[in-house]
């Protein structure tokens, strides 16, 4: 299991790739999001609908409202293009972040 701590910088992340490939609402995304990892990451729903609306708030993402296939009315979220850029960008980051621990994480030469 992969600790909140540790991954909390990345939750945006996650929410705007997976809504990149479609729209969803927020039960599917947490569900998304520990299939993608097996289980090694599970989302509290409070982290999550947080990141919805920090996203939303920053234009990141915009709701509408939609129902499910039982008819059961929900929230969608979908990415806009300003999203589609922040996301690029951060997947940039991502990869410096990444190669910087790795340097950590393979030993100091």
């Not at 599917?28 to 999550?48: F, P």
């Not at 059961?72 to 190669?99: A, N, V």
């Amino acid at each position: 299991m992969i600790s909140a701590d540790a991954i909390r910088g990345y939750v945006d992340l996650m929410v705007l790739a997976i809504l990149r490939d479609h729209p969803s609402y927020a039960y599917h995304l947490s569900q998304t999001i520990a299939n993608i990892t097996e289980d090694t990451y599970v989302i509290k729903q409070t982290t999550l609908y947080s990141a919805l609306k920090r996203l939303e708030g920053a234009g990141l993402v915009e709701s509408y409202p939609g129902t499910s296939n039982s008819g059961k009315p929900r929230t969608y979220y979908r990415i806009t293009s300003l999203g589609t850029d922040h996301l690029g960008l951060k997947l940039e980051e991502w990869e410096t972040t990444k190669s910087v621990v790795d340097r950590f994480a393979k030993g100091i030469r």
